[in-house]
């Protein structure tokens, strides 16, 4: 079974602060006398659920062609539960009663229930959301070597209240070895996620050498 765990991409998508929102401008029209409909999309390459890359904070860093495949698998992932409101952190002692996920999972995601606010207060969701503390990736690296990506139901590990702190995580979690990818503004609403293993599939929208990329994210179970 294939769960939809990507948020699909509109002009009404949330955006972080100062992300150019996604324009449609129609080139062809059948009302102007064109034989078809056709239309030019732009968007930016961190709109909606989407992966960060090393190039997207490290000089030199991988790209989206050189890190992953058409279709990339990350497998177990695990989906835990820490509860947050507002500009919260999440900080290390936070993952302590979830050892257990942590250490045996390619793909690690967090719910915070943030998720609920996409749709009811997406201004809140984009602007006052939680974040990851920066000392977080250097605990997951200690816990588990074969950690790739951290995904999480907030639109950005970082906080536009303090962008030094979420510059910081980015560059903790992408630049140091091994690098752990990190899909942001994931859909965890689906209740199965919690608990049991399951597979990430994500199939990136344009697949070239970009720092990051929105994705079509599926959680496969069996």
Same mark, same amino acid.
């Given at each position: 079974m294939l769960i939809p765990i990507s948020y699909p991409l509109n002009r009404g998508t949330p955006l972080y602060p100062g992300t150019e929102p996604l324009t449609i401008i129609p080139t062809k029209s059948l009302a102007r006398g064109d034989p078809e409909e056709e239309s030019r #999309? $732009?968007? @930016? @390459?961190? $709109?909606?659920?989407? #992966?960060d890359l090393p190039r997207h904070f490290c000089p030199g860093g991988g790209?989206?062609?050189? +890190? =992953?495949? &058409?279709?990339?698998v990350f497998a177990p992932a695990r989906c835990i539960e820490i @509860?947050?409101?507002? !500009? !919260? &952190?999440?900080?290390?002692h936070d993952l302590l009663p979830h050892l257990d996920a942590v250490r045996n999972?390619? $793909? =690690?995601?967090?719910?915070?229930?943030?998720?609920? /606010?996409?749709?009811?207060? &997406? !201004?809140?969701? $984009?602007?006052?959301h939680p974040w990851v503390h920066h000392e977080v990736p250097g605990f997951l690296r200690m816990q588990n070597p074969a950690l790739r990506l951290f995904g999480i139901d907030?639109?950005?590990?970082?906080? %536009?209240?303090? %962008?030094?702190e979420g510059r910081e995580a980015h560059r903790a979690f992408l630049c140091n070895h091994p690098h752990i990818? =990190? /899909? !942001?503004?994931?859909? =965890?609403?689906?209740?199965? +996620? /919690?608990?049991? &293993?399951?597979i990430l599939r994500l199939y990136p929208v344009v697949f070239d050498d970009l720092e990051g990329v929105p994705v079509v994210a599926l959680a496969e179970f069996e």
């Amino acid at each position: 079974m294939l769960i939809p765990i990507s948020y699909p991409l509109n002009r009404g998508t949330p955006l972080y602060p100062g992300t150019e929102p996604l324009t449609i401008i129609p080139t062809k029209s059948l009302a102007r006398g064109d034989p078809e409909e056709e239309s030019r #999309i $732009a968007f @930016s @390459s961190h $709109a909606g659920t989407h #992966i960060d890359l090393p190039r997207h904070f490290c000089p030199g860093g991988g790209t989206v062609r050189a +890190l =992953l495949a &058409p279709e990339a698998v990350f497998a177990p992932a695990r989906c835990i539960e820490i @509860s947050r409101t507002g !500009e !919260e &952190p999440i900080r290390i002692h936070d993952l302590l009663p979830h050892l257990d996920a942590v250490r045996n999972a390619r $793909a =690690l995601f967090v719910k915070t229930g943030n998720g609920r /606010l996409r749709g009811t207060d &997406p !201004e809140a969701y $984009a602007k006052r959301h939680p974040w990851v503390h920066h000392e977080v990736p250097g605990f997951l690296r200690m816990q588990n070597p074969a950690l790739r990506l951290f995904g999480i139901d907030t639109i950005s590990i970082a906080t %536009p209240a303090n %962008p030094e702190e979420g510059r910081e995580a980015h560059r903790a979690f992408l630049c140091n070895h091994p690098h752990i990818f =990190l /899909l !942001e503004d994931v859909d =965890l609403s689906y209740g199965r +996620l /919690l608990g049991e &293993p399951w597979i990430l599939r994500l199939y990136p929208v344009v697949f070239d050498d970009l720092e990051g990329v929105p994705v079509v994210a599926l959680a496969e179970f069996e």
